[in-house]
């Protein structure tokens, strides 16, 4: 078994593949998971960040409102499925990924400022109290995503680098910092090659370490006639200098497909922006937000993702 890199999770959410089906990552039968009916004044509730919290979980949930404003609340489960979640903004913005470093929760966001959009960064250890830091850059940009430790004692951050709008174009950056809040050493890591992705690319939930890399789940942006479509791919980066990708599927691994995804304020997308990782049993359960209106889950293993990355290797 190819080898993950963190945290026993043996109540990680899991359904296992079902038979005859061939990709190699399966959705959970009872999708969405989170819809705005989880919420009073919600208008829609999706692309969201989960972690291992006690012995349950924690998130934070981006909910649009209903006077579409976008917020961020936290929430909890016990299963990782059945969430309750809190009125209380902790943050204005969207598109929360969550990292833990070190014993402390790390949030990161597109956090709105009257020039545009960039990433915004604190963090808590109980989901209550939160302590904002600087701005990990200037606008523009969004997708900003942490290590979950410091490789050769720096803060790693990926990073979008965009537009004020619907930006049509977007390549993945890194950028490394001693303190959170000094970042620099900016290195490029990819563009978009193939087709399903040829719009823009942006990392998506916290890079899961393996032992001879990191597995990074990105979104990946087709413009079509009708529009943008979203899918889900995957590369692995060096496990020391994470800026070099090692090897990166030609071909996505979740699109729009079930009509909650197809379907809803935003149709045809698919947002990675979570991923829980159990190191005992190699399984993986990713959170995505669908049609830009409810929070999907879907299932694979680090074998089968891993193994598919491999076969369909656009660096080979
Ligand atoms: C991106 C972000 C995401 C959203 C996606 C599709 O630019 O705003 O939050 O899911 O567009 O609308």
Not at 65 to 77: A, F, P, Q
Not at 95 to 103: F, K, Y
Not at 166 to 191: A, C, E
Not at 195 to 213: F, R, S, Y
Request: glycine share 8%; proline share 6%.
């Amino acid at each position: 078994m190819a080898k993950i890199i963190g945290q026993a999770i043996p109540n990680i959410p899991w359904q296992d593949k079902p038979e005859g089906y061939k990709y190699p990552v399966w959705r959970y039968d009872g999708n969405p998971v989170i819809t705005r009916d989880n919420l009073y004044g919600a208008n829609s509730i999706f692309n969201s960040a989960v972690v291992p919290y006690g012995d349950g979980f924690a998130g934070v949930f981006r909910v649009d409102d209903i006077c579409r404003d976008h917020t961020l609340v936290v929430g909890y489960s016990k299963d990782a499925i059945n969430w309750e979640l809190e009125e209380k903004v902790i943050f204005r913005g969207y598109d929360p990924r969550l990292c833990e470093i070190e014993g402390k929760y790390y949030l990161s966001w597109v956090n709105l400022t009257p020039h545009g959009t960039t990433i915004g960064i604190a963090y808590t250890t109980d989901f209550k109290e939160w302590t904002q830091l600087e701005d990990a850059c200037y606008p523009v940009a969004r997708n900003g995503v942490l290590f979950p430790r410091k490789i050769n004692d720096e803060y790693l951050l990926l990073i979008r680098p965009c537009d004020r709008g619907h930006t049509p174009y977007g390549d993945i950056f890194l950028s490394h910092s001693k303190d959170l809040t000094y970042w620099g050493k900016h290195r490029f890591v990819m563009s978009p090659v193939k087709n399903w992705e040829m719009t823009k690319v942006g990392a998506g939930p916290t890079p899961i370490e393996l032992e001879d890399g990191w597995l990074m789940f990105y979104h990946g942006v087709l413009t079509s006639c009708n529009g943008f479509t979203y899918a889900m791919g995957a590369a692995i980066l060096d496990k020391d200098e994470p800026w070099k990708v090692l090897h990166r599927a030609d071909c996505f691994l979740l699109a729009p497909h079930e009509l909650y995804e197809c379907v809803g304020d935003v149709p045809n997308v698919v947002f990675p922006c979570a991923a829980l990782a159990d190191s005992e049993s190699g399984k993986i359960a990713i959170y995505y937000g669908a049609a830009d209106t409810s929070v999907a889950l879907a299932f694979t293993t680090v074998d089968e993702v891993v193994d598919f990355i491999k076969e369909h290797d656009l660096l080979k």
